[in-house]
């Protein structure tokens, strides 16, 4: 099995503009996510994928593997045009966001192997207990039944009615099989996907067979200055060996 790992990134994130290029501990958070995912056992390849020259020119300078893609509305479209312009073919297409610089390879490894698994899933997107923040709307969370994913959405849910429920976070690693990720380039944004804001549920919307599986550990993308304040932490911390990944 071959997989490639594809890492979304651009300039004008608009819930913290310029994130990708904010430096934590005096790197690129886009690099960061690099440099973390390379670690990974089950990545035959790596590249950033951008429309931002300023990006680009980055990646170049860490001698980071990148590909230049035209303007795109999501991170999804994006690597499905970068997919298209690989010359190599491979069994599995890793979207790996490019805000999340604590990524651990190890979940990637995870991911990989669970999908060669069971390749009836098109996509398959890990989850992730929330034990808090249950409420924010950034953090998009993943309905399921015995694997398959049912819905996604920022709102918490399902809701408690008749008891209390455990709530699952989708992280910000997705796998794809070579024709779904193609197909889903191809397709218009959907009546849902715009509503939430959440472009995966474009893939349920057209019918694509998603899974899921549980992983435990911690695990956080940066969408907001508090987002980024703990992060920074986390690096201290860690180059004062009180954490590893």
């Known amino acids: 099995m071959k997989t490639v790992g594809l890492i979304p990134a651009r ?8 994130k990708a290029l904010i430096k934590i501990e005096g790197t690129p958070m886009v690099i960061h996510t690099y440099k973390r995912a390379l670690k990974s056992k089950k990545l035959d390849e790596l590249y950033i994928c951008t429309d931002s020259n300023e990006i680009y020119e980055v990646a170049k300078q860490y001698n980071c593997q990148v590909i230049l893609t035209g303007k795109h509305k999501t991170g999804t479209d994006r690597i499905s045009e970068a997919c298209r312009k690989l010359k190599k073919k491979y069994d599995f297409y890793v979207d790996i ?19 060669s698994k069971n390749k009836y899933y098109d996509v398959v997107v890990p989850s992730m207990k929330i034990n808090s923040r249950q409420d924010d709307p950034n953090i998009v969370k993943i309905i399921s039944s015995n694997y398959k994913i049912i819905y996604m959405t ?21 796998s794809f ?16 996907e715009k509503i939430e804001s ?4 474009r893939a349920l919307e057209n019918g694509f067979k998603m899974g ?11 969408d907001t200055p508090l987002d980024l304040k703990r992060a920074k932490k986390f690096f201290l911390d860690e180059k004062n060996n009180k954490k590893k990944i």
Do not use: C
């Open 177 to 192: 099989k070579p024709n779904a990720l193609k197909k889903f380039g191809q397709l218009k944004q959907s009546p849902i």
């Open 154 to 174: 920022r709102s918490k849910a399902p809701y408690p009615f008749l008891k209390s429920v455990d709530y699952f976070k989708h992280l910000s690693i997705i």
């Open 198 to 201: 959440v472009e995966l549920m």
């Open 97 to 115: 966001q490019g805000d999340e610089p604590l990524i651990n390879p190890n979940h990637i490894d995870r991911l990989v192997t669970w999908h």
């Open 11 to 18: 300039i004008n994130s608009s819930r913290l503009f310029g």
């Open 212 to 222: 899921t599986f549980y992983l435990n550990g911690d695990s956080f993308s940066i």
